[in-house]
């Protein structure tokens, strides 16, 4: 028997709740992974600024 003599499978509905609760979660990774990208952006610009104070980024015997 062949599969296309088969009705397609169909995936339930979501209800109002489910997408409200999709959405809160989209939201909430978007949030972590911007906040992420930003403190990460931020430590990095510390940790220049740290081995510049202690010439870290100088080339040796300059």
């Known amino acids: 028997m062949s599969d296309s003599s088969m009705p397609p499978e169909r995936t339930p509905e979501r ?24 403190v990460g952006g931020v430590l990095a610009f510390i ?11 100088q080339s040796p015997g300059s």
Do not use: K
């Open 15 to 38: 209800t109002p709740e489910q997408q409200a609760q999709r959405q809160r979660l989209q939201r909430i990774y978007l949030t972590l992974i911007l906040s992420s990208l930003a």
């Open 47 to 57: 940790l220049v600024l740290v081995l510049r104070h202690f010439g870290l980024t």
